[in-house]
């Protein structure tokens, strides 16, 4: 059974950081490519960014691009997602998953920005 599980999230202000990590079980983890997506109150899921299974290639949503930083540790089954300059905007759960759509996600992260 795969199993995701989320943390690291808070209250921060704007232009604050906060590192998020994701902890996999039950697949084979350093096979799979590797998800991070959010939910914003009253919004649906929105990709975030993805990362390839080794760790080589990564990809971002334009909202977040150079200011969010994904990775892995595979021998840790393990997924990071550092998050820099946060803004009020990236308030959201904050869910790493198996997939773009975030159909396989653990239960989230709460993640959220005051000014």
């Known amino acids: 059974e795969v199993q995701l599980v989320e943390s690291g999230g808070g209250l921060v202000q704007t232009a604050g950081s906060l590192r998020l990590s994701c902890a996999a079980s039950?697949?084979?983890?350093?096979?799979?490519?590797m998800y991070w997506v959010r939910q914003a109150p009253g919004l649906g899921l929105e990709w975030v960014a993805t990362?390839?299974?080794?760790?080589?290639?990564?990809n971002y949503a334009r909202s977040v691009k150079g200011r969010f930083t994904i990775s892995r540790d595979n021998a840790k089954n393990t997924l990071y997602q550092q998050m820099n300059n946060l803004k009020i905007e990236d308030t959201a759960v904050y869910y790493c998953a198996t997939d773009e759509r975030g159909s396989v996600r653990g239960q989230g992260t709460q993640v959220t920005v005051s000014s």
């Open positions: 039950g697949f084979t983890f350093s096979n799979y490519l």
């Open positions: 990362i390839s299974s080794g760790g080589a290639n990564t």
